[in-house]
């Protein structure tokens, strides 16, 4: 890895498969310049395109990028550039925390206030499970913390690997 100025995380990794997701595993000097073990919002390019997102944490003081919608193929070695910024994208809502977000329209005004970087942290505490009755229970109760005030969830690791499509135990899978 090579730091163009203190903002700036420039490398070279190999983009992989871990069932069916595609993923870049950042090295470890890499990841160790991001100013936060959890989720890091960055603007950066790709194998020369530009891009923003959210770095996910690996579990293991580490950091991934989710590939799934590039045409990156696994194992294609590709250079990368991260900028850490205070700028977090808006998230993508899952389609069923959504519809009850849209069921209780007392949550709305609390929701538009809250920062994206919390609304980031709200959908990865109800998505960090494979089961359905536990991830139904989590949007219920997301709703019940939204309608008591709650600005953030609780009780989390932010520095695990929610994702269960690519971790296992709050790692992510080797």
């Known amino acids: 890895m090579t730091e163009n100025n203190s ?7 190999v983009v992989e498969q871990v069932g069916d997701r595609k993923l870049l595993r ?22 020369g395109r530009e891009f923003t997102t959210v770095v996910e944490p690996d579990g293991k003081r580490g950091h991934w990028l989710n590939l799934d919608h590039t045409e990156l193929p696994a194992g294609d070695a590709v250079d990368a550039s991260l900028s850490p ?27 538009s206030t809250i920062t994206p970087m919390a609304r980031w942290e709200w959908i990865r505490w109800v998505q960090a499970t494979k089961n359905p009755s536990t991830r139904a229970r ?36 080797d």
């Open 138 to 173: 989590r949007v219920d109760v997301g709703i019940s913390k939204l309608r008591d005030g709650k600005r953030r969830p609780c009780c989390f690791d932010l520095a695990s690997c929610t994702d269960p499509e690519v971790a296992k135990s709050g790692v992510l899978i």
């Open 85 to 111: 910024t205070k700028s977090w994208p808006e998230p993508d809502i899952p389609s069923d925390f959504q519809d009850a977000l849209d069921h209780a329209p007392d949550t709305g005004e609390l929701w």
């Open 7 to 13: 903002s700036t995380i420039d490398f070279r990794a």
């Open 26 to 47: 950042l090295p470890a000097d890499a990841s160790a310049g991001l100013p936060s073990r959890g989720q890091v919002a960055v603007v950066g390019t790709l194998a």
